[in-house]
């Protein structure tokens, strides 16, 4: 049985809707150890009967047969592994990868075999020492003559030990001295055992042969044996065929990266301005939110706050509250501790003698106040009152801070029964001045105010509760959410957030909408970087045509070529989110230079979640834009991609 069997085989092809039959029903047997020579004249079939012998092209009537077994219905599955195993390609044009040295033009057809990266690397010396390249190993394909690039290809069809060598017009573009070269080292491959089929139109190349068919008008016109096929002798493999693996395309793609870093850097650049306009953005965000964040927590405790009854669309009504509140509010989590507080929207007056002190507000004591914003004293205690900077220059206007201890009479507005209005009277003694201006609440103990009520007869409920929050601050906003999230049994909110706490939070909300338009105009730019990067690799899809074509040819297969090109795209956007990132920072230096010396506070903070969150998108999106290009890539038909130039 012959090792390999063409049996009718018929190909035409429909150009402009007129039919061209090419081949007219070939049949033709060969052997182990042959050294067969298909000659013939330009156009009479020769090249269409190599790409069908090669499983390039599959649309043809006949079959082949490979050790008795069809290739007709293969798959394109099963002909990648068929290319793979079974053939070693030279090309008339060589067709060598010009960003892979010699070394790895032949490693390339080992990245489908089973051999690890020491056996590739020492098979690819074996090869070209073999060949007569050991001294070349490290040049790329440019930096060598013509015979020397043919040798490079034959070392790399005999890589993965097929047993057919196919050899496209192997001399064609080699002087007489090279020609005679090359065939020796044909011959030598036959001799080994292996069947060799050379299609040329050169009559010096087929008398090197054993056996010379000849093929005219698509029919084989001659088929003369010139001398015995050499003797076969079997030997077993120590690897074996198979897909290349992720990391080897991987591999590949960063190799050619680094081949065109030059242009490569100027795409990154690019790309890299619209992940860096979103990164400043988020950062001039988080700086905002913490300078107003550490504005205000800087004179209040960020730890408590302060909750009220839902008062609906009456802003102005007080709510009182109960045991059963304060009790529903620790049982939240991380609450520490919930504490009684009274608001006297009213106000009230301090006396002394014929100075009149007029408070705007009044507020019992709770941990919201900071104590190292008393400058002077205390908090204060039972019948004490702590009293603003402002305030306390209406009574010393030269030694503001020299008041502590002073006596006077404080006067509260209360509503009695019937909701007659009636003032209600303390003598006080100032604990303290704090370095707050004037209009920030004065400040007496829940003790003291429930006693002046209760003295002028006036009902006195808390109306509103200060909560004290464990675990630092990253626990406030959930708990505020909680509070918020509770409810009364007619549905409605029980709760609100007051006092600063409620400002922070309505702060905070502005600035993410103005931080966040501000990143969707920036985003602007990302649609121009992923535009850029579509092109950029459609551009390389058609630059790269024939490698495409070569790499299908040795046996890569469609999802192989698929993750070269995406995994070039991923290494594209992560390295111009590097970039991004290295000129985001220097800009964040700069601009908390000019921030530090004016407002002592650094403006623009960029936090590690902006940076991988820059990191992400870039990269998502390069691989986004490298779909329709790499299933581009992957549809490229080899036969046509092997003739571009």
């Given at each position: 049985m012959a090792y390999l069997e063409l049996k009718d085989i018929k190909k035409s092809y429909e150009v402009d809707n007129q039919h061209f039959q090419v081949l007219n029903g070939i049949n033709l047997q060969f052997s182990k150890g042959e050294f067969v020579s298909?000659?013939?004249?330009?156009?009479?079939g020769k090249t269409t009967l190599m790409n069908i012998i090669a499983g390039l092209d599959g649309n043809y009537q006949g079959d082949v047969l490979l050790n008795g077994k069809s290739l007709k219905r293969e798959t394109s599955q099963q002909l990648d592994e068929y290319r793979r195993s079974t053939i070693g390609f030279i090309f008339q044009s060589f067709n060598l990868v010009s960003h892979l040295t010699v070394k790895e033009n032949v490693i390339v057809a080992l990245e489908m075999t089973t051999m690890n990266k020491q056996e590739q690397e020492q098979r690819a010396r074996d090869l070209l020492k073999q060949v007569g390249l050991a001294d070349h190993q490290n040049k790329y394909p440019n930096q060598l003559s013509g015979g020397q690039k043919q040798r490079v290809s034959i070392a790399r069809a005999l890589a993965a030990d097929p047993e057919i060598i196919i050899a496209d017009e192997p001399t064609g573009a080699l002087d007489a001295q090279n020609t005679d070269e090359i065939l020796k080292l044909m011959n030598d491959i036959a001799k080994s055992g292996?069947?060799?089929?050379?299609?040329?139109?050169?009559?010096?190349?087929?008398?090197y042969g054993t056996r010379i068919v000849h093929l005219a008008n698509g029919v084989i016109d001659s088929d003369r044996q010139l001398k015995d096929p050499f003797p076969v002798v079997?030997?077993?493999?120590?690897?074996?065929?198979?897909?290349?693996?992720?990391?080897?395309?991987?591999?590949?793609?960063?190799?050619?990266?680094c081949y065109n870093l030059k242009r490569n850097i100027l795409i990154m650049i690019g790309s890299a301005i619209g992940i860096f306009s979103v990164i400043i953005m988020l950062g001039l965000g988080n700086g905002a939110k913490g300078y107003i964040n550490h504005e205000i927590y800087s004179q209040i405790n960020p730890n408590t706050i302060q909750v009220t009854k839902k008062t609906g669309d009456d802003q102005t009504k007080q709510i009182k509250l109960t045991n059963q509140d304060q009790k529903k509010l620790e049982k939240i989590k991380h609450v520490k501790s919930v504490s009684k507080g009274y608001f006297a929207v009213t106000g009230g007056q301090l006396r002394q003698g014929n100075k009149n002190i007029h408070l705007q507000t009044i507020?019992?004591?709770?941990?919201?106040?900071?104590?190292?914003?008393?400058?002077?004293?205390?908090?204060?205690?039972?019948?004490e009152i702590l009293i603003?900077?402002?305030?306390?220059?209406?009574?010393?206007?030269?030694?503001?801070y020299a008041v502590k201890g002073n006596k006077l009479m404080l006067y509260i507005n209360a509503g009695g029964s019937q909701t007659q209005p009636k003032i209600l009277q303390q003598e006080v003694t100032i604990s303290g001045?704090?370095?707050?201006?004037?209009?920030?609440?004065a400040v007496i103990s829940y003790d003291t105010l429930a006693s002046m009520y209760r003295a002028g007869g006036v009902d006195f409920s808390p109306n509103f509760l200060s909560v004290d929050i464990a675990g630092g601050v990253k626990n406030v906003e959930p708990v505020q959410n909680k509070i918020k999230a509770l409810h009364s049994s007619t549905g409605k909110a029980?709760?609100?957030?007051?006092?600063?706490?409620?400002?922070?939070?309505?702060?905070?909300?502005?600035?993410?909408?103005?931080?966040?338009?501000?990143?969707?105009i920036a985003a602007i730019s990302l649609l121009v970087s992923t535009i850029m990067i579509i092109v950029v690799l459609y551009i390389s899809v058609s630059e790269r045509t024939q490698e495409i074509g070569i790499l299908r040819a040795l046996g890569f297969t469609k999802?192989?070529?698929?993750?070269?090109?995406?995994?070039?795209?991923?290494?594209?956007?992560?390295?111009?989110?590097?970039?991004?990132?290295?000129l985001a920072y220097v800009l964040e230096l700069g601009i908390n230079h000019l921030t530090n010396s004016g407002i002592h506070y650094s403006l623009m903070q960029i936090s590690v979640g902006n940076v991988l969150f820059g990191v992400i998108v870039s990269v998502v999106i390069c691989l986004l834009a490298a779909l329709a290009p790499a299933l581009k890539a992957a549809r490229v038909d080899p036969v046509v991609s092997l003739s571009a130039e």
């Open positions: 298909i000659l013939g004249e330009s156009g009479g292996k069947l060799v089929i050379a299609v040329t139109h050169s009559q010096i190349v087929a008398d079997q030997e077993n493999n120590s690897f074996h065929s198979k897909v290349a693996s992720s990391f080897a395309m991987f591999r590949m793609a960063w190799e050619h990266f507020q019992t004591y709770d941990h919201t106040i900071k104590t190292k914003n008393i400058k002077t004293g205390k908090i204060p205690g039972k019948n603003s900077k402002g305030d306390a220059q209406k009574i010393n206007k030269k030694n503001p001045v704090s370095d707050s201006l004037s209009g920030t609440p029980d709760f609100q957030i007051t006092g600063a706490g409620s400002i922070v939070s309505t702060l905070n909300t502005y600035v993410n909408i103005a931080v966040g338009v501000l990143t969707s999802r192989n070529i698929r993750h070269l090109f995406i995994f070039e795209a991923a290494i594209l956007g992560f390295f111009a989110s590097i970039i991004a990132v290295i």
